[in-house]
């Protein structure tokens, strides 16, 4: 539940609003995608629900105990050259839990293969990261963060890097785990792609959220498919 929640930042020495007084009710195991212009506030909106940026004003509140994990826009492409493979970075999930010193076991290992495995990477594991496609990168990242077993996944943007066949599939996936009772909230600039996957979409723009409904979505894509005949004649 999101009540009366407000941020600004500075800019050039002035205090600019992004987001006034924002309310929305989300509800365990719902697809919800937030779309808007560039600089609107969606990045700072999903980081303020998944409680990883403060809030000035206003409640994020969590009804039940709830494990999230986080997967931020530029998470894929500051890896580019790390050594790491895969599985390294999948398994590495479970250092916060266990702590600096505490051997991950078999079972850990385990885990972090299956996960893998499920995201489409089984060939892929043992490969650096630095060698993989955007679209696997992405995969191993999501594989990480699911693989804490969480109940709430948050993701921003995260078929921004890659081609329609990847994003497909991609999406295929995480529908699959909503299917199995995980809630996500996702970032994305893709109105028909949030229309296929998702129950909600929120707008964001002009410091407010504004859900979208059938209508509205019909109408923006059938003026989408306008314009592209209009470039093809
Ligand atoms: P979006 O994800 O919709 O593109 P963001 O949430 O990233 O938008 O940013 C919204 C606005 O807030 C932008 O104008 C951006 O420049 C500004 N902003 C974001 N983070 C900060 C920050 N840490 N300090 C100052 N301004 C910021
Ligand atoms: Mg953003």
């Known amino acids: 539940s999101v009540r009366n929640v407000h941020k600004e930042f500075m800019k050039d020495g002035e205090p600019l ?23 609107s506030g969606k990045s700072t909106l999903l980081k303020l ?12 509140i969590y009804k039940e105990n709830l494990k999230t994990a986080y997967v931020g826009q530029h998470e894929f492409s500051l890896h580019n050259r ?4 895969a599985y390294e970075i999948v ?27 499920t995201l489409g990477l089984e060939k892929e594991s043992h490969t650096r990261l630095s060698e993989l496609s955007g679209g696997q990168r992405q995969r191993v990242f999501i594989a990480k963060a699911l693989l804490i077993n969480p109940d709430v996944l948050f993701l921003d943007e995260p078929t921004s890097a890659l081609d329609s066949h990847f994003t497909y599939d991609l999406l295929k996936r995480l529908k699959s785990f909503q299917q199995d009772g995980l809630s996500i909230l996702m970032v994305s600039h893709d109105l028909a792609l949030a229309q296929m996957v998702s129950q909600k979409i929120l707008c964001v723009s002009d410091q407010s959220v504004l859900a979208l409904d059938e209508h509205s979505i019909e109408e923006e894509l059938a003026h989408r498919h306008q314009h592209i005949g209009v470039h093809h004649v």
């Open 17 to 39: 609003t992004i987001l006034e007084n924002i309310n929305l009710d989300i509800e365990r195991g719902e697809f919800i995608c937030f779309l808007g212009p560039s600089g």
């Open 49 to 60: 629900i998944a409680k990883r940026k403060d809030l000035q004003h206003g409640q994020v």
């Open 82 to 85: 790390f050594p790491a493979t």
């Open 91 to 117: 398994l590495s999930a479970f250092s916060a839990e266990l702590g600096l010193f505490k051997r991950v076991s078999k079972e850990h290992k385990e885990k972090a293969l299956e996960m893998l495995k």
